[in-house]
């Protein structure tokens, strides 16, 4: 064979190709398994329903410091919601007044932040917050006779009563739509049904006095301080 002959032979060699199929096998015998570098894991099917669940639990959680007029306010309504829903007739009373409180205790700060733009919206979120507490208190008075239940009420209308003073006058309830009102009248009915010695009747009258003369945070007081 001349040299001529075994350098043509030699450039055919060069031009042949091994199969792809071949040549992946045998890298892999060679370097082992090839690993995947993932930057973000959590993206993966199996992990993105848990990551989402963290992440809402996270929002739900962040939005409870927001105020109205906020978009994350809604969020901190819904968990209020689902609370409610989720109580008992008797716990119900209760949890619509420490949302009361919390419209209050929201004004408190948008007026101490001198945030007019959210003045309106919480006004009015305090508002309804008071009409389903009276409404509430409404349904419980005639179905219930229990004293511890009527005493829980009284001392979260009671912090309602203090909070409101914090705020001065900006805030006038409607008559009718008063919760201290609500719970000194149911407190004076159910002291009636008690035993009552001569110093609790006067007590009685003296809250009853109270009563009729629109002071309902003072007959509050007073049945309060007696028990």
């Known amino acids: 064979?001349?040299?001529?002959?075994?350098?043509?032979?030699?450039?055919?060699?060069?031009?042949?190709k091994p199969r792809r199929n071949w040549v992946l096998l045998n890298k892999k015998?060679?370097?082992?398994?090839?690993?995947?570098?993932?930057?973000?894991?959590?993206?993966?099917?199996?992990?993105?329903?848990?990551?989402?669940?963290?992440?809402?639990?996270?929002?739900?959680e962040f939005s409870q410091n927001a105020l109205p007029g906020e978009f994350l306010y809604y969020l901190k309504k819904i968990t209020e919601r689902s609370q409610l829903i989720l109580s008992s007739e008797e716990e119900r009373p209760g949890?619509?007044?420490?949302?009361?409180?919390?419209?209050?205790?929201?004004?408190?700060?948008?007026?101490?932040?001198?945030e007019v733009r959210k003045l309106a919206p919480a006004l009015k979120e305090y508002q309804a917050s008071v009409f389903e507490a009276v409404k509430s208190l409404t349904?419980?008075?005639?179905?219930?006779?229990?004293?511890?239940?009527?005493?829980?009420?009284?001392?979260?209308?009671?912090k309602l009563e203090e909070n409101k003073e914090?705020?001065?006058?900006?805030l006038e309830i409607d008559e009718k739509l008063n919760?201290?009102?609500?719970?000194?009248?149911?407190l004076i009915k159910d002291m009636e049904k008690t035993f009552l010695t001569e110093e609790d009747e006067e007590i009685l009258e003296q809250a009853k006095q109270d009563f009729e003369n629109g002071n309902y945070s003072e007959a509050l007081e007073r049945i309060l301080l007696n028990q």
């Open 95 to 114: 949890l619509n007044l420490e949302l009361v409180n919390k419209r209050l205790e929201e004004l408190n700060q948008i007026a101490q932040n001198n």
């Open 179 to 186: 919760p201290v009102k609500v719970v000194a009248e149911l």
């Open 166 to 170: 914090i705020l001065g006058t900006l």
């Open 139 to 158: 349904k419980i008075t005639a179905t219930t006779s229990d004293s511890l239940v009527i005493k829980g009420i009284a001392e979260k209308t009671q």
């Open 1 to 16: 064979m001349t040299e001529n002959q075994l350098i043509k032979k030699i450039k055919r060699l060069k031009a042949i």
């Open 29 to 60: 015998q060679i370097l082992g398994e090839e690993r995947r570098i993932e930057i973000f894991p959590f993206f993966r099917p199996v992990y993105a329903g848990l990551f989402c669940l963290l992440f809402l639990a996270g929002l739900f």
